[in-house]
């Protein structure tokens, strides 16, 4: 199947992410958006938030301001999938050093 995403994924280099100060594994993620591990009725369809902080492991969280809608939920309450909408210069920055 081809990969029709506009943004390398990183799949060996997960993240924690912080929206409203609740905390989420990123097990994928590109400039484009992140897949998370979470439960689909804390982040429902649809909504938008704003993620906070991202670091990687063991890393002291980095402050980055990144706009991003859920647009894909797993029926088996486990995985969401956000969309970025909008990343300020300091997110691009953090989540391209997290990337090397």
């Given at each position: 199947?081809?990969?029709?995403?506009?943004?390398?994924?990183?799949g060996?280099?997960?993240?924690?992410?912080?929206?409203?100060?609740?905390?989420y594994?990123?097990?994928?993620?590109?400039?484009?958006?992140?897949?998370?591990?979470?439960?689909p009725?804390d982040?429902?369809?649809?909504?938008?938030?704003?993620?906070?902080?991202v670091?990687s492991?063991?890393?002291?969280?980095?402050?980055?301001?990144?706009?991003?809608?859920?647009?894909?939920a797993?029926?088996d309450r486990?995985?969401?999938?956000l969309?970025?909408?909008?990343?300020?210069?300091?997110?691009?920055?953090?989540?391209?050093?997290?990337?090397r």
């Amino acid at each position: 199947m081809e990969d029709r995403s506009a943004h390398t994924r990183q799949g060996n280099v997960s993240v924690a992410i912080t929206i409203g100060g609740l905390q989420y594994r990123g097990n994928e993620w590109s400039f484009g958006g992140f897949l998370l591990d979470a439960d689909p009725a804390d982040l429902p369809l649809g909504t938008l938030v704003c993620i906070d902080s991202v670091r990687s492991h063991k890393k002291k969280p980095k402050p980055v301001e990144i706009r991003a809608r859920v647009v894909r939920a797993s029926g088996d309450r486990a995985h969401v999938a956000l969309s970025s909408l909008h990343l300020n210069d300091d997110a691009f920055r953090v989540l391209d050093e997290l990337r090397r």
